[in-house]
Antibody, heavy 121, light 112 residues
Framework: ELQLVESGGGLVQPGGSLRLSCTVSGFTFNTYWMSWVRQAPGKGLEWVAKINEDGSVKGYVDSVKGRFTISRDNGDNSLYLQMNSLRAEDTAVYYC??????????????WGQGTMVTVSP | DIVMTQSPLSLPVTLGQPASISCRSSQSLVYSDGNTYLNWFQQRPGQSPRRLIYKVSDRDSGVPERFSGSGSATDFTLKISRVEAEDVGVYYCMQGPHWPVTFGQGTKLEIK
């Protein structure tokens, strides 16, 4: 079964750090781009970051550049998002998403259940 | 950034009646490989988004046939032929070819 399971969310103070993890199963992880997408409470979807199959190419939405770092461990079938200098506006559910691969661009076909990040004093 | 504009933002529908959601992009979504990369997602209350349609009109496995996608270049439509109770939720379109990936604002479908 295709599955993405996020963890690592929680309550953090402004300026603090958090590391999100996503464990993948059911497909060949190292043949897919992966993304993080977030959703603030009651709001729409916002793409945050993406990484290519071997981790050599990374991209970020402008609002998190310099603060967030996406990475992956293909040996452990895991995706990560290191979030530093967190702000109140980073409060959201963060989803791990299978992006594209094997000729399928921007698939966004598999989503995790999400992990909640709350930035508050 | 590419702006994805959905309408309507709220869609009350009677059970068994059709529904239609429009999505317009600020630039063409035709990629260099000739494909048009426009996805549709459904997010039921309390759930993660689920992809329904990819590349404008290809329906995902397990998605009921009452869902269909159409359109080209900058104008796209998601249609539900006969709305059922399980279709309640928010629907999003998404474009891929232009960096960064962007989503529409979402259309909330409810039963009248």
């Amino acid at each position: 079964e295709l599955q993405l399971v996020e963890s690592g969310g929680g309550l953090v103070q402004p300026g603090g750090s958090l590391r999100l993890s996503c464990t993948v199963s059911g497909f060949t992880f190292n043949t897919y781009w992966m993304s993080w997408v977030r959703q603030a409470p009651g709001k729409g979807l916002e793409w945050v970051a993406k990484i290519n199959e071997d981790g050599s190419v990374k991209g970020y939405v402008d609002s998190v550049k310099g603060r967030f770092t996406i990475s992956r461990d293909n040996g452990d079938n895991s995706l990560y998002l290191q979030m530093n200098s967190l702000r109140a506006e980073d409060t959201a559910v963060y989803y791990c998403v299978r992006d594209g691969g094997n000729g399928h661009h921007w698939a966004f076909d598999i989503w995790g259940q999400g992990t909640m990040v709350t930035v508050s004093p | 950034d590419i702006v994805m504009t959905q309408s309507p933002l709220s869609l009350p529908v009677t059970l068994g009646q059709p529904a239609s959601i429009s999505c317009r992009s600020s630039q063409s979504l035709v990629y260099s490989d000739g494909n048009t990369y426009l996805n549709w997602f459904q997010q039921r209350p309390g759930q993660s988004p689920r992809r329904l349609i990819y590349k404008v009109s290809d329906r995902d496995s397990g998605v009921p046939e009452r869902f269909s996608g159409s359109g080209s270049a900058t104008d796209f439509t998601l249609k539900i032929s006969r709305v059922e109770a399980e279709d309640v939720g928010v629907y999003y379109c998404m474009q891929g070819p232009h960096w960064p990936v962007t989503f529409g604002q979402g259309t909330k479908l409810e039963i009248k």
